[in-house]
Structure formats: structure tokens, C-alpha cells
């Protein structure tokens, strides 16, 4: 079936260390990935996305990696600040749509 | 740039009424696809618009349909509502182009809908 499993579902760490989310999908032609953020009571926004061609990408703090082989892609988020507290959601592209991950509600603590 | 407008911002609805939610696209964009989002069940796809065609739809019962315009505002129908049709209804337009159709997946603010 069309599906993404991201893990964890909750996910707390100390500000100034690493966060990482996982995600994996089931369609082997999907080749974009996005990532978004979504703050309490606001839109989901994108974050950063990867192509399918590309194996990395990177935009600052954050960064995204691909291994389609094994059909996963990560968030990694170095430095941690307040402000990343949020839920993010990973997405995959299907047929007509993006299916996205059941969310990982990150809690950077002081 | 205007973002992805979705209107009303709240809404709330006896059972058994029915509603309809409006969003507009960010101008140059021709998809819409709309999304479910409740605390459990994160984003759940309703459908998908491109140029006036549904593309592609959801796990959804038919009390939910949708259309889209020439102008590519999109608007969804929930006919004879549920308590458990209370949720934050997402719309988000993309450019669609080539192999990476959803590049630029935007979302509008959406529209809180509860019902009594």
C-alpha cells in the first residue's frame, strides 16, 4: 500500500544537541521528498526538501539525507534551539498526491 | 506573493448539516489537494484538483466531494455531518511541472471545523 512511517512519534532533547527523525516509504517511484513543520495552531510549512537524484541536502542547521535503496530519508537538526519545538511531518511523493508520516512533536528542552 | 487562502477560518456545524470550504491557490498553481488533520491521525488525503479533474482521492465516505474552478479555487463538500467529521480541513497548491509534480507544496492556514 502507499504508506510513510516516520518515527519517533515524540521525540525531547536538551537545546544545543541533535535531533533526528526517520521516516520510510513503500513506493519505490516516489522521488520527492519533503519535510514540514508545523508550530501549535499554524500551517505546516516546508523546511527543506530532497529529490530523488540527490543523496544529501543541507540548509543550514538542518539537513535531510536520502537512501532509496532502502526506501528511508532523515531529518537531522544540529544545534537545537527553542524555537524548533514543533511537529514536523515527512512526506512522500505518490501518484496525484504527497503522503505524509504521522508526525513527531520535538521538544527542545532549556 | 499571496499565499494559500482558505476560508472561513472556523466553522461550526450541527450534525446532519452540511458544509462547504473554500481555498484559493497561490496564483500560477493549477493543483489543490485537500487533507484531513486530527490529533491522532495526523494528515489523511481527501483528493486532489488539476484543472478542473479530480486526479485522485482519499479513503474517504462520498458525503466528502469537492470541485475546482477554471480559476483553480478549489472548494470541498461535507454533506450530513459526523461528530467525527470535526478535524482541521488543509488545502495546499502546487506547481505542477515535469517529474517533481509537488515542488513548492504550499499550505493555507485552513479551516477548523467543529461539529455540535
Known amino acids: 500500500g502507499e504508506n510513510v512511517e516516520q518515527h519517533p512519534s515524540t521525540l525531547s532533547v536538551q537545546e544545543g544537541d541533535s535531533a533526528v527523525i526517520k521516516c520510510t516509504y513503500s513506493?519505490?517511484?516516489?522521488?520527492?521528498f519533503p519535510w514540514y513543520k508545523q508550530e501549535l495552531g499554524k500551517r505546516p510549512q516546508l523546511i527543506i526538501d530532497i529529490r530523488s537524484n540527490v543523496g544529501e541536502k543541507k540548509d543550514q542547521r538542518i539537513a535531510v539525507t536520502l537512501n532509496k535503496t532502502a526506501k528511508h530519508f532523515s531529518l537531522h537538526i544540529t544545534e537545537t534551539q527553542p524555537e524548533d519545538s514543533a511537529v514536523y511531518f515527512c512526506?512522500?511523493?505518490?501518484?496525484?498526491?504527497?503522503?505524509f508520516g504521522q508526525g513527531t512533536r520535538l521538544t527542545i528542552n532549556p | 506573493k499571496a499565499g494559500v487562502t482558505q476560508t472561513p477560518r472556523y466553522l461550526i456545524k450541527t450534525r446532519g448539516q452540511q458544509v462547504t470550504l473554500s481555498c484559493s491557490p497561490i496564483s500560477g498553481h493549477r493543483s489543490v489537494s485537500w487533507y484531513q488533520q486530527t490529533p491522532g491521525q495526523g494528515l489523511q488525503f481527501l483528493f486532489e484538483?488539476?484543472?478542473?479533474?479530480?486526479?485522485n482521492k482519499g479513503n474517504f465516505p462520498g458525503r466528502f466531494s469537492g470541485r475546482q474552478f477554471s480559476n483553480s479555487r478549489s472548494e470541498m463538500n461535507v454533506s450530513t455531518l459526523e461528530l467525527g467529521d470535526s478535524a482541521l480541513y488543509l488545502c495546499?497548491?502546487?506547481?505542477?511541472?515535469?517529474?517533481?509534480?509537488?515542488?513548492?507544496?504550499?499550505f493555507g492556514s485552513g479551516t477548523r471545523l467543529t461539529v455540535v
Open positions: 512526506a512522500a511523493s505518490m501518484p496525484q498526491k504527497l503522503v
Open positions: 495546499a497548491s502546487s506547481f505542477t511541472s515535469g517529474a517533481y509534480p509537488y515542488y513548492g507544496y504550499t
Open positions: 513506493d519505490s517511484a516516489s522521488n520527492y
Open positions: 484538483y488539476f484543472s478542473e479533474t479530480q486526479r
